[in-house]
């Protein structure tokens, strides 16, 4: 890359704030606008706001450096090639997508434009988002030849955005003119040329000098199918794995098993196949639903993604019957919760299976005593402190005398706790692991009952000789 790009993200959050510090890595001058005041002040004085592996790292590299944090979007279209839109675009009451915040921001823009410039969808958007984006330019009183609009999805995992960034499967530029193309293909080019991985400071990851990732180039229409498709899928393999456990259970199979089998073919892999409560986040829920609710906009019958949508749901439900056949009743019962973020590495709760799992137990009458490394803070806005709602300050604390333990997110360290240490705090030596995180055996040889996702629950004997009929045991 001979000189830097000016490059404008438009949004702080997951997206926005990854992306500006990654483009700042790759060499690029970045301005990353916000309309928060309190966010970008907050910014600005080095907290990420999200729990991140490397983000606070480039962040304090960076900020007032190749990093500038704004909230004038005017000043930042004037002085930038590329603007990036990365705001969010939450589900409406009906399904689709919230494309409002994406509107406010191209009229915006619009209003700023003063030569040439790309604007990048960066957002999750459903198929013809880059058209409608046109129009409100064009509306707004811009010539077509001054600008072009690109679709770039992003394929990150919160927990690891950062190294997915820089290190992604591949880069899909989705361009309807050659003009764009050639400036997006640029501003990726450190990446796509290897030239970035001969850094010594480069983050690490899978990519290499002499393995760069792939740029493929398509319409902007496929580009934008490619996101939620992908997205779509994933959901997909998780719901599959998650009714084959279901199955698995009820003929006393072991789906991790199973799981190994499948992904074993490589047609299939194995990424994806872990069973578990459902999943969760910003994206998948809010993009299953998207896609199915364009399809049946387009008159595209796409029934299966209801299917998967009613898996995720009945999943919880499911392990709150296996809570129920370990403790019988749960009113009353004090319950160690590990976990309240979505998914390891992350302090996101958004679409949380392990907030809506507490949310459950409380209704039964249950004192739920949690605890995450980085996401308590922010589940207690959806979980206030209350009698029945206490937050733990450690792993030992929230099982001290409780009657049974759940591990609801998969944290590294949920799954490397010292299980004799464990059995002695506990009330009961019961474990309900809704991410199997151990080995049944493992767990039967320290002492404990021990029910997990898609395999037979490992009880010692006293107990398995006299098991309870599954009507009692689910309270039917």
Same mark, same amino acid.
């Given at each position: 890359?001979?000189?830097?790009?000016?490059?404008?993200?438009?949004?702080?959050?997951?997206?926005?704030?990854?992306?500006?510090?990654?483009?700042?890595?790759?060499?690029? #001058?970045?301005?990353?606008?916000?309309?928060?005041?309190?966010?970008?002040?907050?910014?600005?004085?080095?907290?990420?706001?999200?729990?991140?592996?490397?983000?606070?790292?480039?962040? #304090?590299?960076?900020?007032?450096?190749?990093?500038?944090?704004?909230? #004038?979007?005017?000043?930042?279209?004037?002085?930038?090639?590329?603007?990036?839109?990365?705001?969010?675009?939450?589900?409406?009451?009906?399904? #689709?997508?919230?494309?409002?915040?994406?509107?406010?921001?191209?009229?915006?823009?619009?209003?700023?434009? +003063?030569?040439?410039?790309?604007?990048?969808?960066?957002?999750?958007?459903?198929?013809?988002?880059?058209?409608?984006i046109r129009r409100v330019i064009e509306r707004n009183g811009v010539r077509r030849e001054d600008f072009d609009v690109v679709s770039n999805p992003?394929?990150?995992?919160?927990?690891?955005?950062?190294?997915?960034?820089?290190?992604?499967?591949?880069?899909?530029?989705?361009?309807?003119?050659?003009?764009?193309?050639?400036?997006? &293909?640029?501003?990726?080019?450190?990446?796509?040329?290897?030239?970035?991985?001969?850094?010594?400071?480069?983050?690490?990851?899978?990519?290499?000098?002499?393995?760069?990732?792939?740029?493929?180039?398509?319409?902007?229409?496929?580009?934008?199918?490619?996101?939620?498709?992908?997205?779509?899928? =994933?959901?997909?393999?998780?719901?599959?794995?998650?009714?084959?456990?279901? !199955?698995?259970?009820?003929?006393?199979?072991?789906?991790?098993?199973?799981?190994?089998?499948?992904?074993?073919?490589?047609?299939?892999?194995?990424?994806?196949?872990?069973p578990g409560i459902g999943y969760g986040g910003s994206c998948f829920p809010k993009d299953v639903a998207a896609f199915r609710s364009v399809a049946?906009?387009?008159?595209?019958?796409?029934?299966? !993604?209801?299917?998967?949508?009613?898996?995720?749901?009945?999943?919880?439900?499911?392990?709150?019957?296996?809570?129920? &056949?370990?403790?019988?009743? !749960?009113?009353?019962?004090? =319950?160690?919760?590990?976990?309240?973020?979505?998914?390891?590495?992350?302090?996101?709760?958004?679409?949380?299976?392990?907030?809506?799992?507490?949310?459950?137990?409380?209704?039964?009458?249950?004192?739920?005593?949690?605890?995450?490394?980085?996401?308590?803070?922010?589940a207690a806005t959806e979980l206030p402190p209350s009698p029945q709602m206490r937050y733990a300050t450690s792993v030992e604390d929230a099982a001290?005398?409780?009657?049974?333990?759940?591990?609801?997110?998969?944290?590294?360290?949920?799954?490397?706790?010292?299980?004799?240490?464990?059995?002695?705090?506990?009330?009961?030596?019961?474990?309900?692991?809704?991410? +199997?995180?151990?080995?049944?055996?493992?767990?039967?040889?320290?002492?404990?009952?021990?029910? &997990?996702?898609?395999?037979?629950?490992?009880?010692?004997?006293?107990?398995?000789?006299?098991?309870?009929?599954?009507?009692?045991?689910?309270?039917?």
């Amino acid at each position: 890359m001979s000189q830097p790009i000016r490059i404008a993200v438009v949004g702080s959050g997951y997206v926005g704030l990854v992306a500006a510090v990654c483009f700042a890595e790759m060499g690029h #001058d970045v301005i990353c606008v916000d309309n928060d005041e309190s966010k970008v002040e907050a910014l600005r004085g080095g907290d990420t706001l999200i729990h991140e592996q490397h983000l606070p790292e480039l962040l #304090d590299r960076y900020r007032n450096n190749r990093v500038q944090i704004t909230t #004038d979007l005017a000043e930042a279209t004037r002085t930038c090639q590329v603007i990036f839109i990365a705001v969010g675009t939450p589900q409406s009451e009906t399904g #689709d997508a919230d494309l409002s915040y994406v509107e406010a921001v191209a009229s915006e823009i619009a209003r700023s434009i +003063n030569g040439y410039k790309v604007v990048v969808e960066k957002s999750t958007v459903p198929v013809y988002t880059n058209e409608w984006i046109r129009r409100v330019i064009e509306r707004n009183g811009v010539r077509r030849e001054d600008f072009d609009v690109v679709s770039n999805p992003e394929f990150l995992r919160e927990g690891t955005a950062v190294e997915d960034f820089l290190h992604p499967d591949r880069i899909v530029i989705g361009a309807d003119s050659d003009r764009a193309a050639a400036l997006l &293909s640029e501003v990726y080019a450190p990446l796509t040329s290897g030239s970035y991985y001969t850094h010594p400071s480069c983050v690490p990851g899978d990519c290499s000098d002499h393995h760069p990732p792939p740029a493929l180039m398509t319409s902007t229409k496929s580009a934008e199918i490619i996101k939620h498709a992908s997205n779509a899928f =994933l959901a997909l393999k998780i719901s599959f794995i998650n009714a084959v456990s279901n !199955l698995c259970e009820a003929a006393d199979a072991n789906v991790e098993q199973v799981a190994r089998g499948i992904g074993l073919d490589s047609r299939i892999g194995p990424k994806f196949l872990r069973p578990g409560i459902g999943y969760g986040g910003s994206c998948f829920p809010k993009d299953v639903a998207a896609f199915r609710s364009v399809a049946e906009q387009m008159g595209v019958d796409f029934n299966l !993604l209801s299917e998967v949508e009613k898996i995720n749901a009945n999943q919880k439900k499911r392990f709150l019957a296996k809570v129920r &056949s370990a403790l019988w009743t !749960l009113r009353g019962k004090r =319950l160690a919760v590990l976990g309240l973020a979505f998914k390891g590495e992350t302090d996101d709760i958004r679409e949380s299976p392990a907030v809506d799992l507490v949310e459950m137990l409380l209704a039964e009458g249950s004192m739920v005593v949690a605890y995450d490394p980085a996401a308590m803070k922010r589940a207690a806005t959806e979980l206030p402190p209350s009698p029945q709602m206490r937050y733990a300050t450690s792993v030992e604390d929230a099982a001290r005398d409780a009657d049974a333990l759940l591990i609801l997110t998969d944290w590294t360290e949920f799954g490397e706790l010292d299980l004799q240490r464990l059995h002695d705090m506990l009330r009961y030596p019961i474990v309900i692991d809704g991410r +199997n995180l151990y080995d049944p055996q493992t767990m039967l040889q320290h002492g404990f009952t021990y029910l &997990s996702i898609g395999r037979p629950t490992a009880t010692p004997s006293r107990e398995a000789r006299n098991p309870l009929p599954e009507s009692t045991a689910v309270g039917a």
